[in-house]
Nanobody, 124 residues
Framework: QVELVESGGGLVQAGGSLRLSCAAS????????MGWFRQAPGKEREIVAS????????YYADSVKGRFTISRDNAKNTVPLQMNSLKPEDTAVYYC?????????????????WGQGTQVAVSS
C-alpha cells in the first residue's frame, strides 16, 4: 500500500517555474516506478514524466521534454517534478502515481496508486 500526496502547485506567469513534490508513505516506495500525469478540463489524463524504481530510467512527454525534470529520492520517499519555461498549455491538475510495473510505464491504466492532485495554472 502506498499513499501519495502532491504539493507545490499554484499560479505562475508564462516563462516561470514551479517545483512539484510527491510525498509517498510506505516502506516499499523504492520498489515502485513513479509517474507524473496531468489532466486539463475536458481532456484525458496524460503522462508528463515517469521514472523507474532506481531512478536510472526516465521518460518525458514530447510536450515537456527539455523543460521538465523528474527525479526521486528513495531515502526521503519523494518524487519532485521541476517545471521550467512554463506555458499556458501546461495548465492542468497534476497527479503523482505509483506502479509496480518495471521500467517507465506511460499509460495511466498501469498505475495502481494515485494522489489527490495539485492545480497548476500558467497565465499568458
Amino acid at each position: 500500500q502506498v499513499e501519495l500526496v502532491e504539493s507545490g502547485g499554484g499560479l505562475v506567469q508564462a516563462g516561470g517555474s514551479l517545483r512539484l513534490s510527491c510525498a509517498a508513505s510506505g516502506r516499499t516506495f523504492s520498489s515502485y516506478a513513479m509517474g507524473w500525469f496531468r489532466q486539463a478540463p475536458g481532456k484525458e489524463r496524460e503522462i508528463v514524466a515517469s521514472i523507474s524504481w532506481s531512478g536510472g530510467s526516465t521518460y518525458y512527454a514530447d510536450s515537456v521534454k527539455g523543460r521538465f525534470t523528474i527525479s526521486r529520492d528513495n531515502a526521503k520517499n519523494t518524487v519532485p517534478l521541476q517545471m521550467n519555461s512554463l506555458k499556458p498549455e501546461d495548465t492542468a491538475v497534476y497527479y503523482c502515481a505509483a506502479t509496480d510495473r518495471v521500467g517507465v510505464p506511460t499509460s495511466p491504466y498501469l498505475y495502481r496508486y494515485w494522489g489527490q492532485g495539485t492545480q497548476v495554472a500558467v497565465s499568458s
